[in-house]
């Protein structure tokens, strides 16, 4: 269901979408949903949130995220407070990283922004992306035109 709904969106490459089982044994399967947009593309994460929506997740399922994980190409620039924005090539889609309590990311990052590294992407998971489908989704749908917070996990600098 939710890998159809992200096969739907126009800027997703359809053919890349899989979906990886990772408990076969008459429970609930739980699997990782992997998907690619199309070359030069970027998939808004708007239209993933209401694609999703239109399906029966969206109603009085179980079913659930326990994290949605993107890698960007993109550019981080410094606001405010020290706070670190990234500006996803192509999109308007900007969000404040954040630090991931297990892979300290996010320093590392800093450490190399302050030696003048450029950053060339970011993967990370996008906070608010975790909990029962329906939950998620209503939450989600009061966030639309604000920045997301993406919890650092890893990072491609330029030329490395």
Same mark, same amino acid.
């Given at each position: 269901?939710?890998?159809?709904? =992200?096969?739907?969106?126009?800027?997703?490459?359809?053919?890349? &979408?899989?979906?990886? $089982?990772?408990? $076969?044994?008459?429970?609930?399967?739980?699997? =990782?949903?992997?998907?690619?947009?199309?070359?030069?593309?970027? #998939?808004?994460?708007?239209? !993933?949130? /209401?694609? =999703?929506?239109?399906?029966?997740?969206?109603?009085?399922? $179980? @079913?659930?995220?326990?994290? !949605?994980?993107?890698?960007?190409?993109?550019?981080?620039? @410094?606001?405010?407070?020290?706070?670190?924005?990234?500006? &996803?090539?192509?999109?308007?889609?900007?969000?404040?990283?954040? /630090?991931?309590? /297990?892979?300290?990311?996010?320093? *590392? !990052? *800093?450490?190399? %922004?302050?030696?003048?590294?450029?950053?060339?992407? #970011?993967?990370? *998971? #996008?906070?608010?992306?975790?909990?029962?489908?329906?939950? &998620? %989704?209503?939450?989600?749908?009061?966030?639309?035109?604000?920045?997301?917070?993406? !919890? &650092?996990?890893?990072? /491609?600098? $330029?030329?490395?």
């Amino acid at each position: 269901m939710a890998r159809d709904a =992200i096969a739907r969106l126009y800027d997703v490459d359809a053919d890349s &979408v899989r979906l990886e $089982n990772l408990d $076969n044994k008459g429970r609930y399967q739980h699997g =990782i949903i992997r998907f690619r947009a199309k070359t030069g593309k970027s #998939v808004a994460l708007d239209k !993933l949130h /209401e694609s =999703i929506t239109a399906t029966r997740l969206s109603g009085g399922t $179980n @079913m659930g995220v326990d994290y !949605l994980e993107i890698t960007a190409r993109g550019d981080v620039s @410094m606001r405010d407070k020290g706070e670190l924005h990234f500006k &996803v090539a192509h999109s308007g889609q900007t969000f404040v990283l954040g /630090e991931d309590p /297990e892979t300290k990311a996010l320093t *590392r !990052l *800093r450490a190399h %922004l302050d030696k003048g590294a450029k950053v060339a992407g #970011v993967t990370g *998971r #996008v906070q608010g992306w975790s909990g029962r489908f329906p939950d &998620v %989704l209503k939450a989600l749908a009061g966030d639309s035109g604000q920045s997301l917070t993406l !919890l &650092v996990t890893d990072f /491609e600098i $330029n030329g490395k």
